[in-house]
T-cell receptor, first 116, second 114 residues
Framework: DTGVSQDPRHKITKRGQNVTFRCDPISEHNRLYWYRQTLGQGPEFLTYFQNEAQLEKSRLLSDRFSAERPKGSFSTLEIQRTEQGDSAMYLC??????????????FGPGTRLTVL | AQSVTQLGSHVSVSEGALVLLRCNYSSSVPPYLFWYVQYPNQGLQLLLKYTSAATLVKGINGFEAEFKKSETSFHLTKPSAHMSDAAEYFCAVSDLSNTGKLIFGQGTTLQVKP
């Protein structure tokens, strides 16, 4: 069990550029989540996958955001035309999906995005 | 809608003193509650979770939390603080849908003084 990994760990970009983040969940974990955490706040839910199906998206996820999980393995989160307000830590988590709402989510170290 | 409120964004204790981090929840149904810890430059790690089996929940690193329905609280405690406990702590409640998504509080930074 190597844990949840995320790449890159840090990303600095200029406003208007597109960025893509990758998350590799723990193998055999069916559920995958993306959260966003801004300074001094707790993580906020962005989107959720059950295997390869994206089953829920937060209203926080504007049209500029898109997430995929091809083949139910790794996931990518893309932000198009970045804005300064997108600067945050983007966290990925995965869980087995066998215990419903009591499942333990395992978090990756996050990708810190800075938009200049 | 589910929500959690953490009272006190910063808590400072001396090494060896009691740690008490407060969390109150709002839920229309019996909630599932979690405490996570975040060390600098690391992901969140689960300390413990309440799943309605027992009101006193024991977690890792000597932490425990007690679910009190009458007070809508799930406070985190540790009898004796250690320097390595310095971190940010998040209380969370599981959403009512079956997605398992978590709704987090704003977090409490624990400082441990020597």
């Amino acid at each position: 069990d190597t844990g949840v990994s995320q790449d890159p760990r840090h990303k600095i970009t200029k406003r208007g550029q597109n960025v893509t983040f990758r998350c590799d969940p723990i193998s055999e974990h069916n559920r995958l989540y993306w959260y966003r955490q801004t300074l001094g706040q707790g993580p906020e839910f962005l989107t959720y996958f059950q295997n390869e199906a994206q089953l829920e998206k937060s209203r926080l996820l504007s049209d500029r955001f898109s997430a995929e999980r091809p083949k139910g393995s790794f996931s990518t989160l893309e932000i198009q035309r970045t804005e300064q307000g997108d600067s945050a830590m983007y966290l990925c988590a995965s869980s087995l999906g066998l215990e419903g709402n009591t499942d333990t989510q395992y978090f990756g170290p996050g990708t810190r995005l800075t938009v200049l | 809608a589910q929500s959690v409120t953490q009272l006190g964004s910063h808590v400072s204790v001396s090494e060896g003193a009691l740690v008490l981090l407060r969390c109150n929840y709002s839920s229309s149904v019996p909630p599932y509650l979690f405490w996570y810890v975040q060390y600098p430059n690391q992901g969140l790690q689960l300390l413990l979770k309440y799943t309605s089996a027992a009101t006193l929940v024991k977690g890792i690193n000597g932490f425990e939390a007690e679910f009190k329905k009458s007070e809508t609280s799930f406070h985190l405690t540790k009898p004796s603080a250690h320097m390595s406990d310095a971190a940010e702590y998040f209380c969370a409640v599981s959403d009512l849908s079956n997605t398992g998504k978590l709704i987090f509080g704003q977090g409490t930074t624990l400082q441990v003084k020597p």
